[in-house]
Structure formats: structure tokens, C-alpha cells
Nanobody, 126 residues
Framework: QVQLVESGGGLVQAGGSLRLSCAAS????????MGWFRQAPGKEREFVAAITWTTGITAYAASVKGRFIISRDNAKMTVYLQMNSLEPEDTADYYCAADPRGLVDVSRTAYGLAYWGEGTLVTVSS
């Protein structure tokens, strides 16, 4: 049974940093794309960042590029999202996802991916 378990969310002041983790288990993710998505209250879920499990190629939403860094540790089967210079607009539930499609396809959709975690809440105060 595939599981994606997010952790690391919390309350932080604007300008601060947080690191989210996504622990993956239940199958091999070789060839998969791992992504982070977020959903703010009253808004649609949106793409944040993604990384290919095998090659480590990354993609970012324009709103987070230069502030967020996605990475993975294959040995620990964990994907990370380092979030720097956080803004109140970054407040949302953050979800980890995994899908066998490539980086471009995953970055263009916020729904319909193969596996999802339960989410972790990030709150940025002004």
C-alpha cells in the first residue's frame, strides 16, 4: 500500500523558513515524478514544485521560484520542500503527490495524480 506522509508544517512569521518532508513508502518510485501542491482556504489546489525521482530534475511555479527548493533523498525515500522568505500568501495546506507521468504533465495539473498525502498546514503570519 502506497503511503505519502507529510510533516514539517506549522506557524511561521513572514520572512521565515520551513522545511516540509514527504516520506514515501509502499512501492518503488523509480521513474515517478514527486510533487508538492498547495490549497489555500477558498482557492483551488495549485502546483508548487516537482522533482523526478530518478534524475532529480526540478520544476517550480513562478510564485515560488527562487524562494522554494525541492529535493529528494532516494535512500530515505523522502522528498523535501525547503521554503524560504515565506509570505502570508504562502499560507495553505501543502500536499505531496506521486505520479508516473513526467515533470511537465505533473506541473500542469493539480488533480488526478496517482498518489496523494493527507497534507500539512503552513501558516505564515504578517
Amino acid at each position: 500500500q502506497v503511503q505519502l506522509v507529510e510533516s514539517g508544517g506549522g506557524l511561521v512569521q513572514a520572512g521565515g523558513s520551513l522545511r516540509l518532508s514527504c516520506a514515501a513508502s509502499g512501492r518503488t518510485f523509480s521513474g515517478y515524478t514527486m510533487g508538492w501542491f498547495r490549497q489555500a482556504p477558498g482557492k483551488e489546489r495549485e502546483f508548487v514544485a516537482a522533482i523526478t525521482w530518478t534524475t532529480g530534475i526540478t520544476a517550480y511555479a513562478a510564485s515560488v521560484k527562487g524562494r522554494f527548493i525541492i529535493s529528494r533523498d532516494n535512500a530515505k525515500m523522502t522528498v523535501y520542500l525547503q521554503m524560504n522568505s515565506l509570505e502570508p500568501e504562502d499560507t495553505a495546506d501543502y500536499y505531496c503527490a506521486a505520479d508516473p507521468r513526467g515533470l511537465v504533465d505533473v506541473s500542469r495539473t493539480a488533480y488526478g495524480l496517482a498518489y496523494w498525502g493527507e497534507g500539512t498546514l503552513v501558516t505564515v503570519s504578517s
